[in-house]
């Protein structure tokens, strides 16, 4: 079953822009972590917020998690053309082994 | 620097053949996972293993099967490939979780892009 939801699907925006992409979810989690994936290629982790953390930065990237509505949100500051990739959030909801639920992803194009 | 690889970046296989798809990873984790990636319904987890000789089902387990004889290797096999398994499989791995979960990222491999005709 699909934990993630994510939006926009696609976004496109000009280079030094700030491209936000959120996520829903629907069962408690531990944690929640963001992956990017190059065309064509694996994913590449990128941000891990526990279930008792509210934000989160790591470099350009600002992560933001409400338990509350059960909802995250990634914003990537300054973009850049390398950062046209696509963007996945992946659940560890209790009671389910640990396993990771991913979204259907965010496609974002950062136009030079 | 970490590494998960795999045997295969594109494959192409005929309607009931047997395929092998194989997986390494060299950090000493306990936890790996094959997943398959298709446009629109994102990564599926297909199966995961939390120890050698053990296998637990994913999500969309039918018409695959696994094997993990040794800890740095997890092989994927489609016993009968049909054409409604062509798709992106990915492979990734894991340490376990401070509570001895799987809560730690993953970190995956290329993936192998399937084709079966």
């Known amino acids: 079953s699909q934990q993630g939801e994510e939006d926009p699907q696609a976004l496109s925006i000009q280079e030094g822009e700030n491209a936000t992409m959120n996520c829903s979810y629907k069962t408690s989690i531990n944690n929640l972590q963001w992956y990017r994936q190059n065309s064509g290629r694996g994913l590449v982790h990128l941000i891990l917020i526990r279930s008792n953390e509210r934000e989160k930065h790591s470099g350009r990237l600002r992560v933001t998690l409400d338990t509350s509505k059960k909802s995250s949100s990634l914003l990537i500051t300054a973009s850049r053309a390398a950062d046209t990739a696509s963007y996945f959030c992946?659940?560890?909801?209790?009671?389910?082994?640990?396993?990771?639920?991913f979204g259907q992803g965010t496609e974002l194009s950062v136009k030079p | 620097d970490v590494k998960v690889t795999q045997s295969s970046r594109y494959l192409v296989k005929r309607t009931g053949e047997k395929v092998f798809l194989e997986c390494v990873q060299d950090?000493?984790?306990?936890?790996m996972f094959w997943y398959r990636q298709d446009p629109g319904l994102g990564l599926r987890l297909i199966y995961f293993?939390?120890?050698?000789?053990?296998?637990e089902k994913g999500d969309i387990p039918e018409g695959y099967s696994v094997s993990r004889e040794k800890k740095e290797r997890f092989s994927l096999i489609l016993e009968s490939a049909s054409t409604n398994q062509t798709s992106m499989y990915l492979c990734?791995?894991?340490?376990?979780?401070?509570?001895?979960?799987?809560?730690?990222?993953?970190?995956f491999g290329p993936g192998t892009r399937l084709t079966v005709t």
């Open positions: 950090m000493d984790h306990e936890n």
């Open positions: 990734a791995s894991t340490a376990p979780g401070l509570a001895g979960g799987l809560s730690y990222e993953q970190y």
């Open positions: 992946a659940t560890v909801p209790y009671n389910q082994g640990g396993k990771l639920i």
């Open positions: 293993s939390y120890d050698v000789k053990m296998k």
